[in-house]
């Protein structure tokens, strides 16, 4: 990444990992805070990746017209590959989706379709697909009766090979600066994120356990399905996870299953006692990566990718009105997630020794300073022994 750029898509990616908890067998969980990218998610990556690859192939074209159905984090990364790069974007929404991803990305230059009106909150993924696919059939079926190319392209996230394709960089960072990863546990919408960064690890010789996670009452790792209020996330009910999901299921140890009520009580106890702020379904991913850590093989490097932050999440997930008006809060949870917090947190356990984070060696005069990156556990004592004494 260059040190001063004009380009916001030059931001994209390095972005940092937390160490969230620490066992005594020296297992470790990290996040890789991917809401550390322009617009606050992972999604720009492979809505980057998208256009890259329909240029490519001649698909889009100066002047062209994205269109894509969104529930707000690929609509935003769109929003602003289309506003560098002078494309007109639609985005195809319904009003499950958060209010500030809407309006972020208007702001950004994007025309909203909705697919329901204002009083239907509920998750519409297949409505706005099929529409979204309409609306490009019927402008390229226009632009070829008027004798023209046809300039108009549908990304169709859940089925664009470019999607995995854009966290393959994901991938190689984590390499770069875990030097292994033993397991990623992640949430599962399309699957580009989790099959993605695992495929490119699989293909540099790693073989992380995988372990997709998704909202009960999504169906891609079965039903029943039902209503739920993770956002990005999960496949509901009548809609088709796509061809990444089907093509790599078969690499998952496990689908997990995580309840609302779960994922948003992790963001909100995360927020509170460590200041960071995580989105509601990677809220999900972190419940399940907690409620697991003394079940990875010991010293293991665990890696959750966090989808988004937690501040587009201020009118739902952080608002104890909107939650207590759908029964979404529940303290015996929030205590359990504090409970695996201050048993396994680094953070709320300072050992003796704790060098684990990032030194900045201050040079001597002239010389550049020096990062002494992630130190290894296993060559500093003390570092086994929690301070809870799990
Ligand atoms: C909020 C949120 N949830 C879940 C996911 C996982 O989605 P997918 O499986 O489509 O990569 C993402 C992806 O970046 C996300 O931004």
Known sequence: MPVVTSRVTDLIGRTPLFELAATDTGTRLFLKLENMNPTGAAKIRMAKAMIDDAEARGLLRPGGHIIESTSGNTGLGLAVIAAERGYRFTAVVDHHACRDKLRTMRAMGAELVFVSDGDDDSLSTSAREELAEKMTRDECEAAERAGLEPNTYFTEQHNNDANPLGYYVLADELLADLGRVDALISAVGTGGSLFGTGRRLRD????PLM???E?????????????YWQSGTGTPEGADPGKTVDEDMSLLKEGVKVSDVEAFATARVIASKLGLMIGGSAGGSVFAALDRMDDFPAGSTVVTIIGDGGEKYLDTVFDDEWMN???LLDSDTESKVARMLDRYSPALN???CDTRTHTIVIPSAGQPATDS????SATMPGYAAGAAGK
């Open 215 to 227: 909202p009960v009452g999504s169906i891609a790792f079965g039903g029943p399905a039902g209503p």
């Open 325 to 327: 008006d759908r029964d």
């Open 211 to 213: 372990y997709g996670v």
């Open 373 to 376: 990156g992630i130190a290894d």
């Open 350 to 352: 300072p050992r003796e």
């Open 204 to 207: 540099l010789g790693l073989e």
